[in-house]
């Protein structure tokens, strides 16, 4: 059986100082067999998000600008060091610093008796037996506690589609994606979860909320880390174009979860406009100014094609085209070729 090569759109590119070349792009049916092929893809996971994302952590390190609040107990003599760090007032104001002893910039803490001691990167716990023995030069078999009074050496950053974007704090609770996404206020209506961005050291990660569910992975497990950009895109930004012979041609936009199928932009355009479409052309053209364009095709004609259109998931920047039928192309070009006619019977009349 001879096979036959799927059909092709030839597109032209150059400039002035470069020649033209033809390119022939694919025109690919939409089909049970793309549909399921698409479905596998999107069920394929990114080692990206399993081997960077999904970290550990092994506890809450101090670094500079935390405020701890030190008690050594039978010595209430140390307690009035710490009560100096609070204000005159008794009224106590949001932008008032904790009461306690902040980690400097060479992240040591300054502690009566004690000196100059050395706690950035140290857990609790290991503060606190540090600073116990400092103190064993002065008192004996000291009763120390040490607890963090205000988290402010590290923080990520929230932006973009939320309710309240900002800084947010790291505690020694460790954050998840949900979480920093939850104390920012929640997404936005215009949210799209698709399309997530986690800068982290300088490189990029996507993160689709929709795959990963549709995986069986748990968002929950990316802990945010010190410095974090998390960038909660709009679903302005991800429209799809759909003109052609549509009853209203528009960007459609797609569901909060950044799911929209092609029967869904249709829809959103008005439809297909009966009286002057060629339901058999309809294409999806996709990375139209990339290296790599494709073409879809789909033959709506047949109320079972919509079936295809409702599983067909568009992405973002694609155009959905519908051609006219070819009476509507004639009477256009008809319409463009008359006045022209008509000008040159005029003249010719107005010469004789």
Known sequence: MRMTAPPTLPLTSGDAQTPPVDLQVPIVDINTALIRKMRDEVGQPTAVESNKLFAYTSGYTLGVGDVLQITVWDHPELAVAQGMQQTQTNVQRSTDPAAGFVIEKDGTVRFPYAGKIAVRGLQV?????????????????????????????????????????????????????????????????????????????????????????????????????????????????????????????????????????????????????????????????????????????????SPVSMILANEFQLQPKDVVYVDGSGLVRFSRVLSLLLPAINAGLTTAIVTK
């Open 125 to 301: 716990g290991e503060a606190q037996e540090r600073i116990a023995a400092a103190l064993r030069r002065v008192f004996e078999n000291p009763q120390v506690t040490v607890r963090v009074a205000s988290y402010r050496a590290k923080e990520v950053y929230v932006d973009g589609q939320v309710r309240s974007p900002g800084a947010i704090s790291i505690t020694d609770i460790p954050m998840t994606l949900y979480e920093a996404i939850t104390r920012a206020g929640g997404l936005a209506d215009s949210a799209d979860q698709s399309r997530m961005i986690l800068v982290r050291d300088g490189v990029s990660y996507q993160i689709d909320l929709a795959k990963m569910l549709a995986r069986g992975e748990n968002p929950s497990k990316i802990l945010m880390q010190n410095g974090d950009l998390l960038r909660v895109v709009s679903r302005d930004e991800s429209g799809v174009y759909v003109m052609g012979e549509v009853n209203k041609p528009a960007t459609a936009y797609p569901l909060r979860n950044g799911a929209l199928t092609l029967s869904e932009a249709l829809a959103q355009a008005g439809s297909i406009n009966s009286n002057s479409a060629d339901a058999a052309q309809l294409y999806v053209i996709r990375s139209s100014g990339g290296a790599n364009p494709e073409v879809f095709h789909l033959d709506a004609r």
